[in-house]
């Protein structure tokens, strides 16, 4: 059966090449205009967000995060967390999935802290899940379990 081998070649190649996408060299800088532009972006389109964001403590943003699998995937971005507007930390989100999936999509994602128990936590814990408690806005593809490491600059 050739099958197996095919198949376990195709998913490599996969994620090699989200590792290569996930992996940008963008400095500090970058990465920070790159969050407060999606930041922004996400507060001019959608008036939820917008309120959210007039009310909340602080504003984690991944602007690029890339996925891809063939049944077996992975996702990778970096981000940053904004406290009253101030950048104070970045950070970086990694997940595995498995499934029926194919492909390869790029999206950005924010997580609105609306205290500051929640900004403590955040900058307390060395790795957290996203799924029970907070998820992103856009629920059309999140059906995998994620595992996130918190970096600070």
């Given at each position: 059966m050739h099958s197996i081998p095919t198949l376990r070649h195709a998913t490599g190649l996969i994620l090699v090449a989200l590792t290569l996408l996930a992996v940008?060299?963008?400095?500090?800088?970058?990465?920070?205009?790159?969050?407060?532009?999606?930041?922004?972006?996400?507060?001019?389109?959608?008036?939820?967000?917008?309120?959210?964001?007039?009310?909340?403590?602080?504003?984690?943003?991944?602007?690029?995060?890339?996925?891809?699998g063939f049944i077996f995937g992975a996702q990778g971005g970096k981000g940053i967390l904004f406290v009253h507007g101030q950048p104070s930390g970045r950070y970086r989100t990694v997940a595995a999935s498995y499934g029926l999936q194919a492909g390869v999509q790029k999206y950005g994602y924010a997580l609105f802290l609306m205290n500051q128990r929640a900004v403590d936590w955040i900058n307390q814990t060395r790795g957290w899940e996203i799924g029970t408690g907070p998820e992103r806005s856009d629920r059309r593809q999140r059906n995998g379990a994620e595992l996130h490491d918190q970096h600070h600059a």
């Amino acid at each position: 059966m050739h099958s197996i081998p095919t198949l376990r070649h195709a998913t490599g190649l996969i994620l090699v090449a989200l590792t290569l996408l996930a992996v940008r060299t963008a400095s500090a800088d970058d990465l920070t205009s790159d969050s407060r532009r999606a930041r922004q972006q996400l507060v001019a389109q959608n008036p939820a967000a917008a309120k959210c964001k007039a009310k909340a403590v602080a504003v984690l943003v991944f602007p690029d995060v890339v996925k891809a699998g063939f049944i077996f995937g992975a996702q990778g971005g970096k981000g940053i967390l904004f406290v009253h507007g101030q950048p104070s930390g970045r950070y970086r989100t990694v997940a595995a999935s498995y499934g029926l999936q194919a492909g390869v999509q790029k999206y950005g994602y924010a997580l609105f802290l609306m205290n500051q128990r929640a900004v403590d936590w955040i900058n307390q814990t060395r790795g957290w899940e996203i799924g029970t408690g907070p998820e992103r806005s856009d629920r059309r593809q999140r059906n995998g379990a994620e595992l996130h490491d918190q970096h600070h600059a």
